[in-house]
């Protein structure tokens, strides 16, 4: 006879707030999910420093420590982990879900995406070239290599402030540089920059180019004045980009339905996407608030969703699935 394949209830694809909340609470709902954490577990907080905005830290957190602690929570109540990143999957709109690691293939009935975000690129001449050589897109991880040095940070929303304030504690010379006069940070990230003695701003420029010195490290940056259109040339030890993220969509695009940038869509007020049986949770979905708690939120929703979805099958498939976007039947809250 041959071996039938096992189908898991929950499959959860991404190990950051999303995933492991998504991951806790279909654990204790004992449907033993198993998730694909990815080969940098942890997500984005993995290269945090001190995280003080998630309710319950009075004093802070390190973002690696609450990513571990995020984690054994999970695990203590079942939580099987994958640390490596899924090659593919095949989405199905109500049937199994597939996920591939390689050629190894796991099913299931449900499957939670919970991948994130990951840093926007400039897209211009040597920043690709000069990465781990000068040219960084993690403040955090990299901060450390440019003590006395002079660098720059591009960016104005609140993860340049963040990598400005961080790794001017080790550079000599930090300068902002941003495309607009004004600010996307949030007020209170921009003071806090604004106070550090060894951090200037130059505005409104953009980095043209990244170009090497003769020893192969970054020498200097191209910077485009936005307004006029003039070009200097700003002699820099290191370069940090932190102009934003990208939703980590790819092995899912042309299944589930996408925005134009790659968010996944969901239905308003829930995780469900156009696929029965396919939620999404995170940073993957979210544009708009993309904060730790809210990444955690939403993983608790997307847990609840799945255990909606799977005590209504077989018995009323369709509770759940809205191909077309149909209004959704509100299910009852699981008891807890
Ligand atoms: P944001 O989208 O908020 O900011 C991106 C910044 O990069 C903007 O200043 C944007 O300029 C600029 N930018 C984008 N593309 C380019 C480009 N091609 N060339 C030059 N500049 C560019 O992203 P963040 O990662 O900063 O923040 C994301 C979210 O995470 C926010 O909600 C933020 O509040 C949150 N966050 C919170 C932290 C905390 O509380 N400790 C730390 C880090 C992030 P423009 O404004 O002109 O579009």
């Known amino acids: 006879m041959a071996d039938e394949k096992k189908v898991e209830d929950v499959i959860v694809v991404g190990g950051g707030p999303a995933g492991y909340t998504a991951a806790l609470y279909t654990a204790r709902a004992n449907l033993a999910p198993l998730v694909f954490e990815g080969f940098q577990w942890g997500g984005q907080l993995q290269n945090t420093t001190d995280v003080e905005n998630y309710p319950g830290y009075p004093d802070g957190i390190m973002g690696p420590e609450m990513m571990s602690q995020f984690r054994a929570q999970a695990e203590r109540f079942g939580t099987r982990f994958v640390t490596d990143d899924v090659d593919r999957v095949e989405l199905s709109d ?3 879900q597939r996920v591939y690691l390689g050629d190894e293939e796991h099913l299931a009935k449900t499957v939670i995406l919970a991948m994130g975000a990951e840093p926007r690129r400039l897209g211009v001449p040597g920043e690709i070239e000069l990465g781990g050589r000068g040219v960084s897109t993690c403040g955090v991880c990299d901060g450390a290599f ?7 940070v591009i960016g104005g929303g609140d993860s340049a402030m963040e990598d400005s304030i961080f790794v001017s504690k080790y550079a000599s010379d930090l300068t902002v540089v941003n495309r607009r006069d004004e600010f996307r940070a949030s007020k209170i990230m921009l003071e806090r920059t604004k106070e550090r003695p060894n951090i200037d701003f130059k505005t409104p420029f953009v980095a043209a ?7 192969g490290k970054l020498d200097h940056v191209r910077l485009r004045n936005t307004e006029t259109g003039e070009t200097e040339d700003f002699v820099t030890d290191g370069a940090f980009v932190a102009i934003g993220h990208i939703p980590k ?14 968010y996944i869509v969901v239905q308003p007020g829930s995780t469900r996407t156009n696929l029965g049986g396919v939620f999404a949770v995170g ?4 544009r708009t608030y993309r904060q ?11 847990a609840l969703d799945a255990e909606w979805y799977l005590r209504d099958t077989p018995p009323s498939p369709g509770a759940h699935r809205m191909p077309g976007g149909e209004s959704a039947e ?3 809250t699981p008891g807890s």
Do not use: L
Not at 146 to 152: H, S, T
Not at 283 to 286: M, R
């Open 146 to 152: 440019f003590k006395d040095r002079k660098v720059i």
């Open 209 to 215: 180019e990244f170009v090497a010195g003769e020893d």
């Open 330 to 332: 509100i299910a009852p």
């Open 292 to 302: 730790a708690v809210t990444a955690a939120g939403t993983g608790c929703m997307g």
């Open 94 to 96: 109500g049937d199994v």
């Open 249 to 262: 969509s790819e092995i899912v695009q042309d299944q589930v339905e996408t925005d134009e940038d790659g």
């Open 283 to 286: 940073d993957i979905v979210d």
